[in-house]
């Protein structure tokens, strides 16, 4: 066995499905982001008790998720936290201002499939 076999043993690489989950994720953010920008009214319209700085604290939201997978992607542990974060947030702020929705579930099943691909790697954080 040589030193680079070694090395690359002991440190594997990003795992194929983490990555494709973590471009998804930003791309994801992205296009929310810019939805939520383009169709600013219609959402204000649509969502009675949505108001100007909670959809402004959306796409916030959506504009830090995007950093928070750009971190994780850079193995930066506050990548994990600031996601971490981000889901609550996200969750409190559709919940109340937009009901309970089916679709409400993609944001607890994304982080949830999200950290059984970093589960494996965690020690890799720093």
Do not use: H
């Not at 982001?33 to 949505?50: E, G, H, K, Y």
């Not at 996200?90 to 499939?113: A, C, D, H, N, Q």
């Amino acid at each position: 066995m040589t030193a680079s076999t070694s090395t690359n043993s002991s440190n594997p690489g990003r795992p194929l499905g983490l990555a494709i989950i973590l471009a998804l994720l930003m791309i994801l953010n992205a296009f929310g982001a810019a939805t939520v920008v383009l169709r600013w009214q219609d959402f204000l319209a649509q969502f009675p008790r949505l108001t100007p700085p909670a959809l402004a604290a959306l796409a916030g939201c959506a504009g830090a998720g995007i950093l928070a997978c750009a971190a994780i992607w850079q193995w930066k542990k506050w990548g994990i936290a600031l996601i971490s974060i981000l889901v609550i947030v996200v969750l409190v702020l559709e919940i109340y201002f937009l009901g309970p929705t089916f679709k409400t579930l993609r944001i607890p099943l994304s982080y949830g499939l999200l950290m059984i691909f970093i589960w494996p790697v965690r020690q890799r954080f720093k």
